[in-house]
């Protein structure tokens, strides 16, 4: 065994650029269910990518996280991502950014992610019973998870001299926040994830939760390709002046 909870994958049949980029990483080979296990059980803010590196052995990861690789740069890139004080060689990365990551990026059915995206909503110690709209943590997660889609995988990927469209990271996290906000319901493709998870409800329990962002109108909140898709309409600033309004 290589280290990977899942197969690989054939790079080739995939055409979407930035697809074959994000498979190029491990991440795809891990389910988000043990991953995030691995994540959690560090049980700090930020983590030393040498104590990565210990945690997850065989050849996926010894080769993914020798120092100058794509995976460490990358690791080294995400928001929140700091030099150790301590330890100039070595960097600590945010594990908000690393779990948000994980939940686009890892293997893993839609309940898996589903749960994953919970617990980043309501932290060990919150209620465990339900989800409200106005949860203070959706602008940071969702806002961020939708960030790492966009700008941050087009950035790394330009990087690795991989010709894509790149982002205008202003105009972008606009975007973003009104891709979370909008209350726009016709047409659908201008509607909020905010108002498509709860629509006029206040608050949904647990069971709900998990059934609605499961549906196939809201499950493009956990495939990267599929954030960049949705988020085309909330480019154009006269969509954006109307969910601002």
Known sequence: MDGGDLPAVKLDKFKDPL?????????????????????????????????????????????????????????????GSEKNDSDPLETLVDTTSMLLLSIIWCGGDFDDKAEALFQCLNPPGQSQEGISANDKEWDLVFDTMCYLATVFTVDQAMQQGINTK??????????????????????????????????????????AFFATVIDKNCNWVFQANKIRERLVPFLDEGVLDEVEA
Request: charge should be neutral.
């Open 166 to 207: 790149s982002y205008d990271e202003d105009l972008t996290k606009r975007g973003i926040k009104g891709m979370r906000i909008s209350e726009i319901e016709d047409p659908p493709a201008h509607m909020g994830f905010i108002m498509q998870v709860f629509g006029y409800e206040s608050r949904l329990d647990r069971d």
């Open 19 to 79: 697809v074959k980029f994000e498979k190029q990483f491990p991440f795809h080979r891990m389910h988000i269910a043990s991953f995030r296990q691995v994540i959690y059980n560090f049980g700090k803010d930020k983590f030393a990518i040498s104590d990565l590196k210990a945690r997850l052995p065989g050849s996926l990861w010894e080769q993914a996280l020798k120092p100058g690789s794509p995976t460490m740069t990358l690791l080294e890139s995400l928001p």
